[in-house]
T-cell receptor, first 114, second 113 residues
Framework: AQSVTQLDSQVPVFEEAPVELRCNYS??????LFWYVQYPNQGLQLLLK??????LVKGINGFEAEFNKSQTSFHLRKPSVHISDTAEYFC????????????FGKGTLLTVNP | DGGITQSPKYLFRKEGQNVTLSCEQN?????MYWYRQDPGQGLRLIYY???????QKGDIAEGYSVSREKKESFPLTVTSAQKNPTAFYLC????????????FGSGTRLTVV
């Protein structure tokens, strides 16, 4: 069975500072990895995904993530955050099998302060 | 534009009443999902369906029921047997495999009083 651990439930940062949201996964097979963002009272929106190939993945809104197979991690980064980045971020993993299911972490609330 | 429509956005019900949440998609996706979201607990899978007329229980199916009579529609009924129904409910769909991830609806916030 696969699982996802988001190491920080809350991350407060100041505007224009860099940020890293950490995600570790466990799976016995090759995985697909995803980061989603959720603004208050809305659904989840896909930020980026890793399927194969280059371990550095770029997404929307200036976010990027790096897949590290040896450390089973997929941390999300942004070099300079804006107030509008305040949201909850979810990491998710799939083994790409026939069960069609994603397993989500519990989320990290990013709060960007002026 | 294609997408997933969840309705209503806010729903209030009295304790002991069944309530049905609507989820419709025009993406021609085969698979559909229902998640429950509570603060600090992330997303928990209630039910999912890979094809019409077939669905499987997720991790927290007790007190919920679903149907999948049409490809576009996957309604969720929260029954009176669900002990803590107040939550934010999210519907999602996917093409088939998870290569493209899920597309989510905007959610329904259910409050039971």
């Amino acid at each position: 069975a696969q699982s996802v651990t988001q190491l920080d439930s809350q991350v407060p940062v100041f505007e224009e500072a860099p940020v890293e949201l950490r995600c570790n996964y466990s799976s016995s097979v090759s995985v697909y990895l995803f980061w989603y963002v959720q603004y208050p009272n809305q659904g989840l929106q896909l930020l980026l995904k890793y399927l194969s190939g280059s371990t550095l993945v770029k997404g929307i809104n200036g976010f990027e993530a790096e897949f590290n197979k040896s450390q089973t991690s997929f941390h999300l980064r942004k070099p300079s955050v804006h107030i509008s980045d305040t949201a909850e971020y979810f990491c998710a993993v799939s083994d790409g099998g026939s069960n069609y299911k994603l397993t989500f972490g519990k989320g990290t609330l990013l709060t960007v302060n002026p | 534009d294609g997408g997933i429509t969840q309705s209503p956005k806010y729903l209030f019900r009295k304790e002991g009443q069944n309530v049905t949440l609507s989820c419709e998609q025009n993406l021609n996706h085969d698979a559909m999902y229902w998640y429950r979201q509570d603060p600090g607990q992330g997303l928990r899978l209630i039910y999912y369906s890979q094809i019409v007329n077939d669905f499987q229980k997720g991790d927290i199916a007790e007190g919920y029921s679903v149907s999948r009579e049409k490809k576009e529609s996957f309604p969720l009924t929260v029954t009176s047997a669900q002990k803590n129904p107040t939550a934010f409910y999210l519907c999602a769909s996917s093409i088939g495999s998870t290569v493209h991830g899920y597309t989510f609806g905007s959610g329904t916030r259910l409050t039971v009083v």
